[in-house]
């Protein structure tokens, strides 16, 4: 993924569209979203603001006006319009925590960390070149988006109860716990078995840790990175995640969702 534009230009064409992406809201998302669009930018141009900072706001912006993009577009379905525009309250919620004065440091630093791995993800899979091919694949991970969106507005909202925060924060803990899963590390252990270029492990790593296991784990999979080693796989027939790797395949190849090759994820 290409790095967020610094040019003065260009952050100002992005203020610009997003504003008046903001403008088509509904009067009462309006009024939420606004104040934390103007205050996002007016931290992105601060010269105070950290260059990490200041990507990460960037990146967030420009996630948040594509998502707001995609809520508006009558060729997009009712319901994934729906969905859009509540990823991208949920959002701007997040974010209006992290810019208040009074938020303590940890959470303003978890709150960015997490939602740049959502806002990562959002323009990822809205991306032509980089979204998944299949129809069912894009709502499957728009799915886990949604929900993740939601725990991490939950988790940062003062007025949510422990016992919501609780259950919102093990929801965002699901995502980099995959990485730990038997399975997970079985699959990568698997593929390390073959001649496996670096940048597949690591897009399967990534994706896993945005998407959890098996969902991310597929879609890294997927990636023409990796499509090489998945067509060795297929090939072994030594190897009990074979038929995994032949669907894998199939998918890559656009025969078929990779959301359905779950069921030949290996029992033992």
Not at 87 to 95: D, L, R, S, T
Not at 124 to 139: G, H, I
Not at 250 to 258: H, K, L, V
Request: one cysteine or more; proline letters at 8%; a negative charge.
């Amino acid at each position: 993924m290409e790095p967020p534009p610094t040019d003065p230009e260009e952050l100002a064409e992005l203020r610009q569209e997003t504003e008046d992406q903001v403008s088509k809201l509904p009067k009462d998302l309006k009024s939420v979203a606004r104040p934390t669009t103007i205050n996002s930018f007016a931290t992105i141009n601060n010269p105070s603001t950290t260059p990490e900072d200041r990507a990460t706001h960037t990146r967030t912006m420009q996630a948040f006006n594509e998502t707001l993009k995609r809520s508006q577009d009558p060729k997009v379905s009712r319901r994934d319009r729906v969905a859009y525009e509540r990823i991208a309250m949920n959002m701007v919620k997040v974010q209006a925590i992290i810019l208040h004065p009074d938020t303590e440091q940890e959470k303003r630093e978890f709150c960015m960390k997490e939602l740049e791995f959502i806002s990562n993800e959002l323009l990822t899979v809205q991306d032509p070149e980089t979204r998944p091919k299949k129809s069912k694949d894009r709502e499957e991970i728009q799915k886990v988006v949604d929900e993740n969106s939601k725990a991490l507005a939950t988790v940062a909202d003062p007025n949510a109860s422990p016992n919501e925060q609780n259950e919102a924060q093990a929801r965002l803990d699901r995502l980099p716990d995959s990485l730990e899963n038997p399975q997970y590390l079985e699959l990568t252990k698997e593929i390390k078995r073959y001649q496996v270029p670096e940048a597949c492990v690591n897009i399967v790593g990534y994706r896993t840790r945005q998407a959890g296991w098996p969902s991310g784990s597929l879609w890294g999979l997927s990636d023409p990175s990796c499509a090489a080693t998945v067509a060795e796989g297929a090939r072994d027939s030594s190897s009990q995640w074979s038929a995994l790797f032949e669907c894998v395949k199939q998918s890559i190849e656009c025969r078929n969702p990779f959301a359905t090759c779950a069921v030949h994820i290996p029992k033992d």
